[in-house]
């Protein structure tokens, strides 16, 4: 079946200005992730997503950064007023089911991420 | 807050075996095994829930010790398709629902 996908793969954009990156995740899904990847660094967690719930946001480095799901599917992040240290790959994962529990479900299906890159 | 892998590089060559520990100084409930090659997505490689659990997949298994707060991924037999970036990744009680990936241990095997 599809996978996680993410859109653009690729962004390019001016210091300042709003940037949305958006992730499809896997059809039936329930919990969704955002992480960052800087360039040869570890994944940072951003935001999760469990089906209708209230997001968790405890991960997003500021006030900057934000994140909707729509329809328990479909999640967009946006970044307002773009600084050069946003430059990183953002990925999207999703997993079947979402939170301490863990076990068969929880495991995390990636995107292929999208390259932001701010000049 | 984020685990601790070690060791942070390790070369191999074909057959050679290789452990890469994952240590966290806070308590943990599950641990998440990944591994990300170059460019592309991390992919999921194995859960492990409970102390002293043990999976395997493939010739690559794995060790959680709650007790100890660690985690261990050993591989053994290693092929050339095992190189890349490995990732612990936990969750933990009282945290709500974020998710800590380790330092990371790049793996490279050659021939």
């Known amino acids: 079946g599809a996978g996680v996908s993410q859109s653009p793969s690729n962004k390019v954009t001016e210091k300042g200005k709003d940037v949305e990156l958006r992730c499809d995740p896997i059809s039936g899904h329930t919990a969704l992730y955002w992480y960052r990847q800087s360039l040869g660094q570890g994944l940072e967690f951003l935001i999760y997503f469990q089906g209708n719930s209230a997001p968790d946001k405890s991960g997003l480095p500021s006030d900057r950064f934000s994140a909707e799901r729509t329809g328990g599917s479909v999640s967009t992040l946006t970044i307002q007023r773009t600084q050069q240290e946003d430059s990183a790959v953002y990925l999207c994962?999703?997993?079947?089911?979402?939170?301490?529990?863990?076990?068969?479900?929880?495991?995390?299906?990636f995107g292929p991420g999208t390259r932001l890159t701010v000049t | 807050q984020q685990p601790v892998q070690s060791p942070q590089a390790v070369i191999l060559r074909e057959g050679e075996d290789a452990v890469i520990n994952c240590s966290s100084s806070k308590a943990l409930y599950s641990v998440h095994w990944y591994r990300q090659k170059h460019g592309e997505a991390p992919v999921f490689l194995m859960i492990l829930l409970k102390g002293g659990e043990q999976k395997g997949h493939e010739k690559i298994s794995a060790s959680f010790n709650e007790k100890k707060q660690q985690s261990s991924l050993y591989l053994t037999a290693s092929q050339l398709s095992y190189s890349g970036t490995y990732f612990c990744g936990t969750s933990r009680p009282h945290t709500g629902n974020q998710f800590y990936f380790g330092t990371g241990t790049s793996l490279t095997v050659i021939p």
């Open positions: 994962a999703s997993s079947l089911a979402g939170g301490l529990a863990g076990g068969r479900g929880y495991e995390q299906y």
